[in-house]
């Protein structure tokens, strides 16, 4: 019995863990050495993914991170045919009076394979002095899906690059809950760096 029960205990855990590693990390980020802050007061959210739908759902997520008011998606201003014609979406954003950009897309998505080890629990007397004896949990493999993004934002007036960042996403929920982990991971780089004003809880109202 008690076996089982211990058994049970290693498999919640390990269950716990998988739906909780959900997680972000930057392997690279640059920023422009040459260019002094910028304090965008206009700026535009755009997510050069294929489906309209994960195009308004990542525009929307980097919006809800950025202070009220300085941020738009760019789908309220571009079609899906004028975001892939750069010449023709620069002009549009630099005539409804955009000064800055934040792009998202994605790098890959793929799964990767990993190894967990098994784990021996040792005895445990009753009381009754009697000893159960060891259990073994056996390794697993377990599939992890991991996403890669490039996070870039321009000055529109020089169209110069002035930040540009890759994550990757462990197991991500959906892909919603993706682009608001990137998003504000990235917010924090900037504002760290200036680049961008603190927003303190912006966005908190819409989660």
Known sequence: ????????????TALVALTACASTRFTETWRNPNIAPEHFRKVVAMAVVGPATLRRVAEDEIVRTLPAGEAIPSYQV????????????????????????ITMR???????????????????PTFLGYAWPPVYDPGYYVTDREVQVETNVYALPSQQLIWSGVSRTQNPANFGAM??????????????????QACGDCGAGNS
């Open 1 to 12: 019995m008690k076996g089982h029960i211990v058994r049970g205990l290693a498999f919640t």
């Open 78 to 101: 571009l079609s899906d045919a004028e975001i892939r014609d750069p010449a023709q979406a620069l002009a549009r954003l630099r005539e409804a009076g955009f000064d800055g950009a």
């Open 106 to 124: 994605v790098l890959s998505d793929q799964d990767k394979v990993r190894y967990v080890p098994g784990t021996t629990f040792p005895d445990f």
């Open 179 to 196: 682009a608001r982990e990137v998003a504000k991971g990235v917010r924090g780089r900037l504002e760290s760096q200036g680049i961008l």
